[in-house]
């Protein structure tokens, strides 16, 4: 500590800011506020031994927070969800072929092709075994009891549905 009334004083009323003068070719490339000497008097709080000043946002801070305020404001009002979930393709008329397709993307996760049981059971020889009608009340209602959910429900239209019914039939 240098003295009681120098820079170094532990009283912060008696500390006061000493700043160089600007040289005379840097006067130039100075503001006026920058040119004069300090205005503040010491305003400044010292929280935990350090010296804190009371300086303001820049100019060009405020005016970019100005302009990303405005850009979150006109993004949350104006854009729109992008729907990103794959679905089937759908066919024009029932077919094996997009049946198979929509086997691939809605049923293969739990259902195998072949009489191997997954979650669920293979579906080789299924119409078989269910017949007609309940195959295609399966393939409408699902079966809750058992834990599959009803194609409509994974996005399914008719269509997609009956070549699923059309597609599992071939399996034999």
Request: proline letters at 9%.
């Amino acid at each position: 500590m240098a003295d009681d009334k120098g820079k170094f004083s532990e009283d912060p009323q008696k500390q006061t800011p000493i700043t160089p003068p600007p040289t005379d070719r840097a006067e130039p490339f100075l503001t006026q506020e920058e040119v004069e000497p300090h205005r503040d008097k010491g305003h400044y709080d010292v929280v935990s031994d350090i010296k804190v000043g009371h300086g303001g946002i820049p100019k060009f801070l405020r005016l970019f927070y100005a302009a990303m305020a405005a850009w979150a404001l006109y993004y949350a009002i104006a854009a729109t969800p992008i729907d990103d979930r794959t679905e089937a393709s759908p066919a024009s008329e029932p077919t094996v072929e997009a049946g198979a397709e929509a086997f691939a993307s809605s049923c293969a996760g739990c259902h195998a092709v072949t009489a191997e049981r997954k979650i669920g059971p293979g579906m080789l020889g299924a119409a078989a075994r269910l017949g007609d009608e309940e195959l295609t009340n399966v393939m409408h209602n699902g079966r809750p009891d058992k834990g599959m959910p009803a194609p409509p429900g994974l996005g399914l239209n008719e269509k997609q549905i009956e070549s699923l019914i059309l597609y599992i039939q071939t399996l034999k």
